[in-house]
């Protein structure tokens, strides 16, 4: 079994200050963990992947994440928000194998980002 | 490269009229593909998938159902609406092991 916690519902900042985004995690096999965005009426981008290589992940537009087992999270940051990132971002985890390798999503957290 | 087509955009349905989504894939082979809904301020709901033609598994009991005609498409269908399958449809492939790519959607609401 698997499952997301999303701890933020909602995230506020103001352009030009950091972005952090929080998961945790729990699975019952070696995950595999994903952020994606949704901007409005849009479908999913995918924004970074861990899939047991480096533990800090880099992706898309300046994000990152970094996978910590110990404490079983998985949260996505960024130094400086961007008016662009206002979104809606979700994490989502896997198993490491499989054959239909069903994703488990999070409930999503709403970044709004303010002047 | 790889694209991922969802036809129609939006749509607007009367209750108890029939449906079908359309999603094709295209530049891979025997994808493993899913149907997602997202009802307005939730997560995503994983509806079906499908690990090969004619292969459909169904992740909860509901009005819609799903089939797989063709290696790259994937249809979702519903023989009469209800309000509550009003959202938005997501597909998305996977190639073995690789990441799930989703595709643009389709915003439906039912009337």
């Known amino acids: 079994a698997q499952s997301v916690t999303q701890l933020d519902s909602h995230v506020s900042v103001s352009e030009g200050t950091p972005v952090l985004l929080r998961c945790n995690y729990s699975?019952?096999?070696?995950?595999?963990l994903f952020w994606y965005v949704q901007h409005p009426n849009k479908g999913l981008q995918l924004l970074l992947k861990?899939?047991?290589?480096?533990?800090l992940v880099k992706g898309i537009n300046g994000f990152e994440a970094e996978f910590k087992k110990s404490e079983t999270s998985f949260h996505l940051t960024k130094p400086s928000a961007h008016m662009s990132d206002a979104a809606e971002y979700f994490c989502?985890?896997?198993?490491?194998?499989?054959?239909?390798?069903?994703?488990?999503f999070g409930t999503g957290t709403r970044l709004q980002v303010t002047l | 490269s790889q694209t991922i087509h969802q036809w129609p955009a939006t749509l607007v349905q009367p209750v108890g009229s029939p449906l079908s989504l359309e999603c094709t894939v295209e530049?891979?082979?025997?994808?493993?593909l899913y149907w997602y809904r997202q009802a307005a301020g939730r997560g995503l709901q994983l509806l079906f998938y499908s690990v090969g033609i004619g292969q459909i598994s169904s992740e909860v009991p509901q009005n819609l159902s799903a089939s797989r005609p063709q290696d790259r498409q994937f249809i979702l269908s519903s023989k009469k609406l209800l309000l509550s399958d009003s959202g938005f449809y997501l597909c998305?492939?996977?190639?073995?092991?690789?990441?799930?790519?989703f595709g643009p959607g389709t915003r439906l609401l039912v009337l």
């Open positions: 989502v985890v896997t198993p490491l194998t499989g054959t239909a390798s069903k994703l488990t």
């Open positions: 530049g891979t082979s025997n994808p493993n």
């Open positions: 998305a492939w996977r190639e073995k092991l690789e990441t799930q790519y």
């Open positions: 861990y899939t047991s290589a480096a533990t």
């Open positions: 699975s019952s096999y070696s995950p595999s």
